[in-house]
């Protein structure tokens, strides 16, 4: 059984407009799989808040 | 390289996605280290709607990559189409099979992308009679 994350693990990553899902009208419906992708430059893709 | 395919798409459906590769491609988003849409990937791109032949027209994304990303999402049915170069697609989705939930990803030619989807019923994410593409 799934639990929430607990507040003080939360993470937050900026996401990109052309990495947002979108239906076929353009609205915004989640993020693409894309986002949680680490990039060649990064090191981690995590920031703790 | 779209005019070599337009005659296959219906002047709305097209206009609509170009609008929406303007949207996506705006000049005013764009930041310094994203990687512009590659000549190849949209390639692909054609060539997935042609083989697929979707009515409904897909979300559209962009991997850092510079990827052409298509997606449709019904409900809680999501397919990820990632055009890479060569004809390439990088699939993944997530949809109900006889009431259970399944997954599954995989990497294939776009050619043969139809007769991988078939086992999921694709017609849950492209049927849409009124954005047919011809």
Known sequence: ?49 | MTSNVAMYLNRGWRDRLFAQLDDLLNVEDWHEDDEPLLDRSFCTFLRLILYQKPERRPGLGLSHRGHLIAAWTTGADRLTLECAPDDTIRWVLSCEVNGERERAAGETHVARLPEILRPYGPDRWFADVDQAPG
């Not at chain 1, 996401?15 to 981690?44: C, H, M, T, W, Y």
């Open chain 1, 1 to 49: 059984m799934s639990t929430k994350l607990p507040v003080e693990d939360n993470v937050v990553r900026y996401v990109r407009k052309r990495q947002l899902r979108r239906d076929s009208d353009g609205n915004v419906i989640g993020v693409l799989p894309d986002a949680f992708n680490r990039r060649e430059r990064e090191e981690s893709f995590l920031k703790l808040a």
